[in-house]
């Protein structure tokens, strides 16, 4: 299966950080003294030890200094790939934990902030754990994959605000320069009056590990969490989020109620546990702005990740490193984009630094939201509310967390279900 482009990035990232004198974003403010700040990570796989990558590019200050995973090998793998960084990445083996209580060891030591990057399962959980030790938190997006999870995330953020702790989430694109710029053109009126948006993540399929002999039929799904949906929440959720992300940065808000429709076409061998493939949501938002969103994980078909919002004096188009408008205020995006992976950690920093909050969490639940809102319509083949959605009591939580005996959902069947 073919890698995502944010994987490829984040493998040659760690790959040539033993090589590559870090560029750093993160500086003192005038007057500041420079302070370590010690970061925990929670998830040592690809993406984890990827934010840790960012986290000592973003800083001098930083100091890697804690690993946490359920599996032994991805620990050791982590260790092994930030040797590169020197003493700034000298983890003591008593600052190493596995198992499935390994995040609440990395959250009871000295640390500034931990880096949430376990399957988005656990997001809400380790959230929870971390703002209750007066942590801060690089909070990798999706924050949940079901109603109850998403509410506890908020309930989070309010912990976090009075504690005054600093949330980031993974929504890298609010940190991308080209993002940022073509943001304040929109809301400042540059297009006139919003109509209409789409927004897509249509690409191949990505990573599988077949199932091997001595996996209990928790260990199999935790390895492949990205066809389980109570793991990784669907791809809608899991990916998407990302341009649903967008959409409500553009409209201020969420949606008040979705139609979608979805299946598993191709995807149809257990080994893909019970996702689906292909999804395709209206939402409606405030005002009578329809937004139709597209993802797709099929092999051999056109690939399209953007975001397209258009008013009646113009349309935009925005994309990982363009932006452009068409029409009455013509613009397009010429400027050096920047790497918003290692921007959101120096956006981090800078804010614990400088004691001024930042809080992500809640536009990261939002989004998160409407991503599993769409879910649940095209599961369902109903339409859904945003009001039923946050007052859904719908949870995907397994009754342990342990190894062993799992069965694996049915897939849905719209119409037949909800």
């Known amino acids: 299966m073919g890698l995502s482009r944010r994987e490829v990035i984040q493998s040659a990232a760690v790959l040539a950080a033993a090589a590559v004198t870090p560029r750093i974003f993160a500086q003192p403010g005038p007057g500041q003294a420079a302070k370590p700040v010690r970061v925990g990570v929670i998830g040592c796989g690809g993406r984890g030890t990827g934010a840790a990558v960012n986290a000592l590019e973003a ?34 083996d008593g600052q190493c934990f ?17 880096i949430l990057a376990t399957p988005p399962h656990f997001r809400p959980i380790h959230l929870a754990e971390a703002v209750a030790k007066g942590k801060h938190v690089f909070l990798e997006k999706p924050c949940g994959v079901d109603p109850v999870g998403v509410r506890s995330v908020l309930a989070s953020a309010d912990v976090a605000d009075k504690k005054k702790l600093c949330i980031v989430a993974g929504t890298q694109r609010r940190h991308e320069s080209c993002y940022v710029e073509a943001m304040k053109r929109l809301h400042a009126g540059d297009l006139g009056r919003i109509v209409t948006a789409r927004c897509y993540w249509n690409q191949g399929g990505l990573w599988m590990n077949p199932r091997q002999p001595e996996w209990s039929d928790m260990e199999w799904q935790l390895r492949n969490w990205l066809y389980f949906t109570w793991l990784s929440g669907d791809h809608i959720v899991e990916q998407h989020v990302h341009n649903l992300d967008v959409i409500n940065w553009a409209l201020k808000g969420h949606p008040l109620k979705c139609t979608a429709m979805g299946g598993r076409q191709c995807r149809t061998d257990p080994a893909y546990g019970n996702v689906f493939d292909h999804f395709c949501c209206e939402y409606e938002y405030a ?5 139709v969103s597209q993802c797709r994980q099929i ?13 009646t004096e113009g349309k935009i188009v925005t994309m990982p490193g363009r932006a452009k408008i068409t029409g009455k205020s013509a613009w397009n995006f010429t400027g050096d984009d920047n790497d918003p992976y290692t921007a959101e950690h120096a956006d981090l920093i800078r804010a614990i630094q400088s004691g001024q909050q930042v809080n992500e969490a809640r536009n990261v639940a939002h989004s998160t939201m409407t991503a599993v809102m769409g879910r649940i319509a095209a599961y369902t083949g109903k339409t859904v509310t945003w009001e039923q959605v946050m007052q859904s009591e719908l949870s995907l939580a397994p009754s342990a967390y342990e190894f062993g005996p ?4 049915a897939v849905a069947m719209p119409g037949r279900m909800g």
């Open 59 to 92: 800083s001098a200050d930083a100091r890697v200094v804690a690993l946490g995973d359920l599996f032994p090998e991805r620990v050791a793998g982590a260790r092994a790939q930030l040797k590169g960084f020197g003493e700034r990445a000298a983890i003591e």
């Open 98 to 114: 596995t198992g499935f209580d390994a995040y609440k060891k990395v959250c009871a030591l000295d640390v500034d902030y931990v």
């Open 287 to 291: 005002d009578g702005v329809t937004v």
């Open 299 to 311: 092999d051999g078909c056109a690939g399209r990740v953007e975001e397209v919002v258009e008013g």
């Open 406 to 409: 799992m069965p694996v959902g």
